[in-house]
């Protein structure tokens, strides 16, 4: 039986690459991709995620979510890393398209999973607003929830606290007592891909991928002086698609919401939440290759 799957993203360029596995996974029913403020705006970050399904050849609907996060907090977004564009200025690259839903990303959720006959899996792979929204009215009704975040030993944009949970930790804590599915940067740093694996990418998908990573490759050059980029949201997706493909540990954790330094950083807590903290890194690496490439 297939899984139902919805993607809650922001692309984002490890975004494209994570999309570009679900949909061409046949483990999974691509119900729908709702977005998200994040990597760069709402306006881009739905426009992106509409023409690259458009690339990958999928009907599956488009819904446009939050454009900030919960209580009007209003935090710099990550241009840097991705590009302008959010797609190192190379959306211009991929087929037009504008169909987007007249729903609401979180009204779609609420619709998609109640008209779903099994229980839906959401990969949440951007900031968490859409989700905490949905967990008003439907908390306990998601199959698995999960979510690429956080970082247990530090974090990517300030020393304690990754991307997707800094931009709305308020929405984060929220999400966590639903006992999501971790994969943190802890374990998607172990899983980066060189400038060879980019390169032998095949096919009209993989070889538009790879052109997606101008900016984001620089980036990782210029920080970290590796040559490769880090697949995060690719990573998170592959366990939607393949459950067990990361290995998981109960952990009871929180979000720190206040203000302070450490705003955005994962804590010791009260909610149970499944941390991602190993895979076959050579095994996965394949995987996303073989699924990204051909025609
Ligand atoms: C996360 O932040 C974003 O920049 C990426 O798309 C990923 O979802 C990694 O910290
Ligand atoms: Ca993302």
């Given at each position: 039986?297939?899984?139902?799957?919805?993607?809650?993203?922001d692309?984002g360029?490890d975004?494209?690459?994570?999309?570009?596995?679900?949909?061409?996974?046949?483990?999974?029913?691509?119900?729908?991709?709702?977005?998200?403020?994040g990597n760069?705006?709402?306006?881009?970050?739905?426009?992106?995620?509409?023409?690259?399904?458009?690339?990958?050849?999928?009907?599956?609907?488009?819904?446009?979510?939050?454009?900030?996060?919960?209580?009007?907090?209003?935090r710099p977004?990550a241009?840097?890393v991705?590009?302008?564009?959010?797609?190192?200025?190379?959306?211009?690259?991929?087929?037009?398209?504008?169909?987007?839903?007249?729903?609401?990303?979180?009204?779609?959720?609420?619709?998609?999973?109640?008209?779903?006959?099994?229980?839906?899996?959401?990969?949440a792979i951007g900031p968490l607003?859409?989700?905490?929204?949905?967990?008003?009215?439907?908390?306990?009704?998601?199959?698995?929830?999960?979510v690429m975040g956080g970082g247990l030993t530090g974090g990517n944009v300030t020393p304690h606290a990754e991307f997707n949970i800094w931009s709305d930790a308020?929405a984060a804590h929220?999400v966590f007592?639903?006992?999501p599915?971790l994969v943190p940067i802890d374990l998607t740093r172990?899983?980066?891909?060189?400038?060879?694996?980019?390169?032998?990418?095949?096919?009209?998908?993989?070889?538009?991928?790879?052109?997606?990573?101008?900016?984001?490759?620089?980036?990782?050059?210029?920080?970290?002086?590796?040559?490769?980029?880090l697949?995060h949201d690719?990573v998170a997706?592959?366990?939607?698609?393949?459950?067990?493909?990361?290995?998981?540990?109960?952990?009871?954790l929180a979000v720190d919401t206040?203000?302070?330094?450490t705003h955005g950083a994962i804590v010791?807590?009260?909610?149970?939440v499944?941390v991602a903290?190993?895979?076959?890194?050579?095994?996965?690496?394949?995987?996303?290759?073989?699924?990204?490439?051909?025609?």
């Amino acid at each position: 039986m297939t899984i139902p799957l919805i993607i809650d993203t922001d692309p984002g360029v490890d975004d494209a690459f994570a999309l570009a596995l679900a949909a061409r996974s046949p483990e999974v029913d691509l119900l729908g991709v709702t977005t998200v403020f994040g990597n760069v705006s709402i306006d881009h970050t739905t426009r992106n995620a509409r023409r690259l399904l458009a690339l990958l050849g999928s009907d599956s609907p488009v819904a446009r979510g939050a454009d900030r996060a919960l209580g009007d907090v209003s935090r710099p977004d990550a241009r840097h890393v991705h590009g302008d564009d959010g797609l190192s200025g190379k959306a211009f690259t991929l087929p037009e398209d504008d169909r987007i839903d007249a729903r609401d990303a979180v009204e779609f959720l609420r619709d998609t999973i109640d008209s779903s006959p099994t229980p839906v899996t959401i990969a949440a792979i951007g900031p968490l607003t859409n989700i905490a929204r949905l967990l008003d009215t439907h908390a306990g009704r998601v199959g698995r929830l999960v979510v690429m975040g956080g970082g247990l030993t530090g974090g990517n944009v300030t020393p304690h606290a990754e991307f997707n949970i800094w931009s709305d930790a308020e929405a984060a804590h929220r999400v966590f007592a639903e006992r999501p599915v971790l994969v943190p940067i802890d374990l998607t740093r172990r899983c980066a891909v060189d400038g060879a694996w980019l390169e032998s990418l095949t096919g009209r998908i993989g070889t538009t991928l790879a052109g997606l990573t101008t900016r984001y490759r620089e980036f990782y050059l210029e920080a970290n002086g590796i040559d490769g980029i880090l697949v995060h949201d690719a990573v998170a997706v592959a366990e939607a698609i393949n459950p067990g493909i990361l290995t998981t540990r109960p952990h009871l954790l929180a979000v720190d919401t206040a203000n302070g330094d450490t705003h955005g950083a994962i804590v010791p807590g009260t909610h149970p939440v499944d941390v991602a903290e190993d895979t076959d890194v050579e095994a996965l690496r394949a995987f996303l290759h073989e699924r990204l490439s051909g025609s």
